[in-house]
């Protein structure tokens, strides 16, 4: 059974004048979200089917430098192809979620929205940022795999040559970059973040609930069908959590230093040319049998 708004410990859910408003409350980790982040977050938005007043959803990060960070690298570290569904299908469910409530859920953004916090605003229907915000999605730089939405989504949003520029170059973008490429909405200046975002909030309201709710469901149509992809992603994505090279990624990021995934290139290097070096030797020949002399017939 779903738990009660009060029985959350990483995540604030409030409803406020028929406007759900859901809040990562991690800000020692810039909002970097762990198994149990992505569970809180999930029950949130799915409570707000509970209470048909309400008009929109609103998620956002607690405190002053980040919407979120993405996966938490402490909980990620853990991970690897056998425990990989644990998280990755907390990831798509917290997405379908999103997707499958029948209202307008809106990122409301500030500060840093990267990795799988990038993914999370991706996932959103509406994306307001503050002027300091921060877009990008970081996987290569860090030996993660934004296959959950990211590789999905970027290209039909800005199409795919900045899409993958966004993803092989690890590239960011600002606030107002973002209106620019269509990635976001719209940026603001941080001091008026709430109100602008309480003013869609109140636009919403003055509409259609069930008009809100069967566009919302065609507007998504075309994107559903990407189901297959998302599963194809996280299979992808479960095979690297757990490598040597994620884990570098991880833990240079935790130990502030540069990875060296370089060294990675060098070993897989050696490999082919020793596979090569054995098709030259013919190795690849099946062994040869034997011939054993033939037995003499007996005579009848």
């Not at 409350?25 to 982040?37: D, S």
């Not at 993803?167 to 209106?179: D, G, K, P, Q, W």
């Not at 869609?200 to 065609?218: D, G, V």
């Not at 090569?276 to 007996?298: Q, S, T, V, Y």
């Amino acid at each position: 059974m779903a738990r009660d708004a009060s029985q959350f410990n990483e995540v604030l859910y409030e409803v406020e004048d028929n406007v759900a408003w859901i809040t990562i409350n991690r800000p020692e980790v810039r909002n970097a979200f762990r198994e149990q982040t992505l569970d809180e977050l999930r029950e949130a938005v799915l409570l707000t089917r509970n209470d048909p007043s309400i008009a929109c959803a609103v998620i956002t990060g607690a405190g002053e430098t980040a919407f979120s960070a993405g996966g938490d690298f402490h909980a990620m570290k853990r991970l690897n192809w056998v425990n990989a569904a644990h998280w990755n299908d907390r990831m798509q469910g917290l997405a379908m979620a999103i997707r499958g409530v029948p209202i307008p859920v809106i990122a409301m953004v500030h500060g840093y929205c990267v990795g799988g916090g990038h993914e999370l605003a991706l996932w959103c229907d509406l994306v307001i940022s503050a002027d300091d915000g921060v877009f990008g999605q970081t996987g290569a730089s860090v030996g993660a795999c934004p296959t959950v939405g990211a590789t999905q989504y970027l290209p039909r949003l800005i199409g795919d040559r900045l899409a993958k520029e966004m993803i092989f170059l690890a590239r960011t973008f600002t606030a107002e970059e973002a209106v620019g490429i269509g990635l976001i909405n719209r940026c603001v200046a941080k001091a008026d973040l709430l109100k602008e975002t309480r003013a869609w909030c109140e636009r919403i309201k003055s509409h259609s609930s069930q008009t809100i709710r069967q566009t919302k469901k065609s507007l998504n149509h075309e994107s559903d069908q990407l189901y297959a992809s998302w599963q194809h992603g996280m299979e992808l994505l479960a095979h690297v959590w757990g490598s040597e090279e994620s884990l570098e990624g991880m833990n240079a990021f935790l130990e502030r230093r540069k990875p060296d995934f370089q060294k990675f290139r060098e070993r897989n290097r050696k490999e082919v040319e020793r596979y090569l070096a054995g098709l030259e030797r013919d190795e690849n020949a099946a062994p040869k049998k034997d011939k054993k002399p033939k037995k003499p017939r007996k005579p009848k």
